[in-house]
């Protein structure tokens, strides 16, 4: 079963991937905030992380920076989310990330890009 560790603050968010990700058989881990994304990675290894960019300290894009520099993360495809992606700071971080998901998330290419996930190279 593959894993998925799905981070973000808002609990409409968490509740909606919980039920999407369940449904195409990925076992979902959460957290609320980005302090334990980076070790919670490397001790559980899921095979994609979602990752909220406005959260409190550390925000999406620094936990981003962390995952992209840990040579034991660094391979780990990163779908960030957030309702600012036209912001000038987002902008210049999305070619770390595999995949970028406006608020409201787009279900069908949510559900894609999961379902691709092998055919895409870490």
Known sequence: MKKILVVDDELSIVNFL???VRVLGFEPKFLTNGKKVLATAKEWKPD???LDIM???PN?????DQLKNDPETADIPVYLISALTSNPEVQAKIGL???VFSKP???KEFIARLRNLD???K
């Open 119 to 121: 055919k895409v190279a």
């Open 18 to 20: 919980s039920d999407v």
């Open 60 to 64: 999406g894009l620094e936990v981003l």
């Open 97 to 99: 990330a595999q995949a």
């Open 105 to 107: 998330i787009d279900t």
């Open 55 to 57: 959260m409190p300290s």
């Open 48 to 50: 994609v992380i979602t």
